[in-house]
């Protein structure tokens, strides 16, 4: 596993129409909403996000994996890692998977509760969705790194919930 936070990454929310695209700092702490790809052709859809991580300096992506409610993967899922096989081969960049369950729902609630139109709404959701699936993964990241520094936790045991 690559240390996120050495290296930026780059966050997708694949959609069937269109990519939403987030960046992380160099830090590897926030993720910044960069655009939306609107989907053309396989070939074009990755040369284009191979230019963006090479203009970024970034090391890899993290792409929202849509997962059923119940955890499991459907046929989006295999669409969306089928998209995600062919870009980490043409970039030679490793490819990070994040739950994006209810990424959309989150980024229109954002949307809404500051008053953006519907027009801006549609235009802005799957950046702000890519944001938060990045994020995400970033927080993720950063908690797994804190838990390998302090593997014990405040009552004595280790963070698995196990005791010493």
Do not use: W
Not at 12 to 19: A, H, S, Y
Not at 20 to 40: C, K, N
Not at 83 to 104: C, H, K, N, W
């Amino acid at each position: 596993m690559m240390d996120s936070s050495s290296v930026r990454l780059v966050g997708l929310d694949v959609g069937e129409r269109r990519i939403g695209i987030a960046v992380s700092d160099e830090l590897g702490l926030t993720a910044q909403a960069r655009g939306v790809l609107q989907r053309s052709s396989l070939q074009a859809d990755i040369e284009s996000l191979v230019h963006t991580a090479k203009n970024e300096h970034a090391g890899g992506f993290v792409v929202g994996l849509p997962l059923r409610t119940s955890g499991c993967e459907g046929p989006e899922a295999e669409k969306v890692r089928a998209f995600a096989t062919q870009l980490q081969q043409i970039s030679g960049l490793p490819v990070y998977y994040m739950d994006e369950r209810y990424s959309t729902t989150m980024a229109e609630a954002v949307l809404l509760s500051a008053d953006i139109s519907r027009k801006k709404r549609r235009q802005k959701v799957d950046q702000l969705a890519a944001a938060l699936i990045l994020q995400g993964y970033l927080d993720k990241q950063r908690s797994l790194m804190q838990r390998r520094e302090h593997p014990l936790d405040e009552r004595g045991g280790t963070n698995d919930g196990t005791r010493k």
